[in-house]
Nanobody
């Protein structure tokens, strides 16, 4: 089993930055096939924001390219999402997800971008 706990969400003004962290326990993230961040805004479907494959390749949703960066820290067993130049449209609950023999999800962390 893999347990995931997100942190780092909060309220930020437009143009600001936040760094989300997802702490994994039960297995090393280095062994995961993929590590992802998703988000779900009120009234909208959950969408994939960023993904990192085991080999380190990354992909991003068009809406966040150039602003968000996904990284992993093998020593701390965390997956992180650096979010810069935040916009009100980035407001959502952000979820960490890792893929191994099954999909594992965190409980989510709220990000609100508002002046």
């Amino acid at each position: 089993q893999v347990q995931l706990v997100e942190s780092g969400g909060g309220l930020v003004q437009p143009g600001g930055s936040l760094r989300l962290s997802c702490a994994a326990s039960g297995r090393s993230i280095f062994t995961m096939n993929a590590m992802c961040w998703h988000r779900q805004a009120p009234g909208k479907q959950r969408e994939l924001v960023a993904v990192m494959q085991r080999g380190g390749n990354t992909n991003y949703a068009d809406s966040v390219k150039g602003r968000f960066t996904i990284t992993r820290d093998n020593a701390k067993n965390t997956v992180n999402l650096q979010m810069n130049s935040l916009k009100p449209d980035d407001t959502a609950v952000y979820y960490c997800n890792v893929q191994w023999i099954a999909d594992y999800w965190g409980q989510g962390t709220q990000v609100t971008v508002s002046s």
